[in-house]
């Protein structure tokens, strides 16, 4: 049974909480800390039973009886705590993105050196049942080599356009879950990127200086070509699949929905929307990354999504963004 | 925050055990008991904090911190236990089937009478999301009136043919479900009954006096057809389909699978069997009663699945088995 | 290349016209004959190139040159005509039912006693692809053993009340198709039938003395269970579907539809309606069909749907309608 | 009712005669040349009551009682036949592609200028009932203003590398039905084309200049972003799916598969695999395509697919050759 505190007490630090009191044996929320740590956040908190609640998280790294550490601060924060937890002797999971600098991640990486300290990055949709079906099935041959990897990832609302700079913008916020979860259904790094994008949904995304629609093709390291297809806007709901096609098939998902009832009547055979909010369509799937976080480190286990993972993702974000700007194929190693 | 106590701590006794400690707000268990608990039951509960844990129920029932009972111990005990949960005050919710005598129904729905307490039958599937969309479908009008309600029904495997005498026959055990199912989709009651049956799964089974494969056909008081099959055994998995048809069009649900995930290679197009084991199935549909339960009892509101859902899911079980015994069409009636 | 003669030039004898003249190889359709030959459908059966087109089928029994007949007249007419072109050496392919009367049909089949003549009955869906699957899959062995045949038949549209009475009633008019399948799917015959039914889709059926809505349940020789449903009037169109479910598993069909082609917006995930009318869905089998009695004749081989196929849909037909009349199981063994 | 001469008695030479035949009200087939016409040929076209048939094409273009042909000769043949048939005031219906050259494609629109002779390039996709159906939610505005255009196009085996050179490659060949439906599906002019591609299937076909696998991205004149998806091989068959996504939802098709049957047992839930050859898979969409042309010369309609398309679609396949060889975008404007 292992001990963990909390940074960040907002809708993601929640969800963690939540799964880790409810869902996952051999481990307890021993701490909570968040800055703005208010009243209807601390009842939530201690209705799990959580007696320790802080402002300060450094409170969290002192305490010697916790053992790891959930980084769920804001973004800009998160490789600056990470580095703090790994020197305090924590094992460390930390919300994604690690940072929008490449600098910063490899701090992280460089701090986590010759430390046997778990270091855990949160994508989450390596854990859904869906995605995990799919790599299961590349990974056991059924579909041979990989030829094509396909990912459709659209949000069902925009979100609101001063979010944007602050995200880092389209391929930072939203797009880096589908460039992990091309190199993990691949197996294989990204070598190189060409975006080919535009502002259809909301002219304010374009005047922060982003795109809202994107194709998004790629190069990988074992020869496979990749596609993305990113929209922040898909009125039937939270659109999420992927396809992997190879030399001896291909094994693609469907969207999840509520139930499997479809009305049939005169004006058509109707099924249901998908799920429309990530909360809903990816709960089980922050259950299951937690489980295997606290595996890991109780079990003394290698991570499966560690800080090159992390590292991995913000590259091929800023690759593309590169790509954007100078409107050509940009490889990840100009970046290096 | 209402006590719970549960009467039984089998498979379902655990499974509403670890549902209302972690997903349902507003009730505690604070005792479980068990003529036959053991170490392993014993550290089972005590892993969701329950402190009190008892051979003898009457301990429950006795304890007046305690607002509500589970009764989840063999079925040849619920109604007895019911009455005297309810003469202790007790609101009460019935694992099914209350009893396999209508006599013994009709003498829970006696000691109810003139008492505010709650009485819930645990006829899950109720609160299964699939079947609780086609019963919205049929409720709100999309289908018109209904004209014909089907079921498909079939287990993954055939229970030990010892347990057959026990459980009181496929009709009584299985169907009950399917019957309930009818009446909950139909919103209407039963009239009379025809059954087709046969042993096609398991000679060992006829030899106990019982069936295992069934096609069931329904008269309902609404003017609606209703018909079931029922197999004992289907190879693929557990299979749970539900069909009405009416004026206006018709809804229809799929089985639920693990993944959406379709491979595709030279032998076929395949996806996912459906969900294997009933616990896996319908787990949320547990934790949905349960909450719903809660809410009635907190509330005061009317519970969902009533004494008359136990007492005409029995009644039709009954008819099924003197249809097939007088090779007839049986009108319910016939058994008041 | 053998030639044909048509008897009826209707709705099917056009529907043969066409599939022979354009679709079918060693075939040419020589004589067309309908006693209310007019100016249209002359002109449409010339548009084939058909040059002899009488109003007296005798013309074309009376010619030598004509190897087999279409006797696609009036159902009353079915059996006698179908005699008089046995007894002229014709082969015969004669669409359903072949009569209503279990006598007449035992006259042709006395007719055809001693004769090397082909005579086939126009039961269709036998040879459409869908259903053809079906029997496939339970012929190779991929369910195993047959346990339950499922089929629903639904109509987009109830026939002019007027009809009904001529037609026989939904047994022998609509259901007859159903009992064929019930047959071809399970390769066995029907022993005993119940039949639960009801008038929900037009009180005016009811009058005629017929039912619009059915659940019927059958046992077979093989000892499986079958069970049809029917109704007149399907909202959403045509609804064609079977299902066998044996103890290695189950085939399903699902509707054939105008395109895949599926909407996602925000009112949900819309497919296409069935195809609407009995021609649109059955087309391709109508061709089929020609194509197997074709060869049959030119290549004496056995025809795929025979004279006991005729005798034995009438045969449960007749007894459906003994059961509704009863109100009890009803073994065919009593009609003989 | 209008003759029509077919210049090139080859695979779709033939199959445009028996459609014509057998499924096109207003023409017939007078007249088929072939250089390399021998008995089989002859006999087949016989088959279909043609009495003319030549060595030498210029016989059909010198027969006044001819008022269209079919050009299916061998591509580099298309455009100079096709010239000479406008000169000689035939209509034409010219397979794809109309040439690999733009210079010779523009050499056929200038023949076409001042008369008014219809020309119609084979896209017979646009014919196809799935993709008909997506154009129509298009253009209906079932899902708004255009966003995405996505095409997956796989063929179930690659050609004889030898092929390769005669056919100007992948883009030429089997793409540029991609490129047309991306026009099609949009009604937007293609203006700038990224293509990420490689050698997975088989080396010879790198070896012969060629890719086998290409992700293809566009940019449309009306601001939408589309893109292809290509293999030359397919383990499960032929795959070709179209998805549209805009403001207002999305359409897409599956593929279409020969029956609807599924089978379920304990190794899944298995369909059939899509249809594995063009000429199944697309043949209706010829009959239609070829009544669409009939329809045009005997009413005096506008085509659906002139010589715009055949330029256009033949120019967005050398802009893909172009950025493969440059490794850059490459905007259509570049190249003429």
Known sequence: MINI??????????????????????????????PFMNDETRAFVEGFGVKEIYDDYHKILEDPAIDAVLVCSSTDTHSSISVEAI?????????????HSI???????????GKNLKFQVGFNRRFDHNFAAVRAAVEN??????????????DPEPPNPAYIKVSGGIFLDMTIHDFDMVRFLSGSEVEEIYVNSAVLVDPAIGEQGDVDTAIITMKL???????????????????????VFGSKGMVATANDTLSTAVLSNADGITGEKPLYFFLERYMESFATEMRDFVDAVVNDKPVKVGIEAGLQ?????????????????VKLSELL
Chains 1, 2, 3, 4 share one sequence.
């Open 5 to 34: 505190g909390i940074i960040g007490a907002g809708r993601i630090g929640k969800v963690h909480l939540e799964s880790i009191s409810y869902r996952v044996k051999d481990a307890t929320v021993k701490a909570v800390a968040d």
């Open 87 to 99: 020197n305090a002797g924590k094992h460390v999971f930390c919300e994604k993105p690690v940072d």
């Open 103 to 113: 600098e910063k991640i490899n701090a992280v990486k460089k701090a986590l050196e």
């Open 141 to 154: 041959g059924s579909i041979g080599e990989t030829h094509i990897v396909k990912i459709t990832s659209r």
């Open 221 to 243: 390291a074992n020869g496979a070509l990749a596609v993305i297809d990113n929209s922040r806007k898909a009125a039937y709901g939270y659109d999420q699949r992927a396809e």
């Open 313 to 329: 993702s913000v590259l091929i974000g800023l690759a593309a963004r590169k790509s954007v700007e100078e409107h050509r194929a």
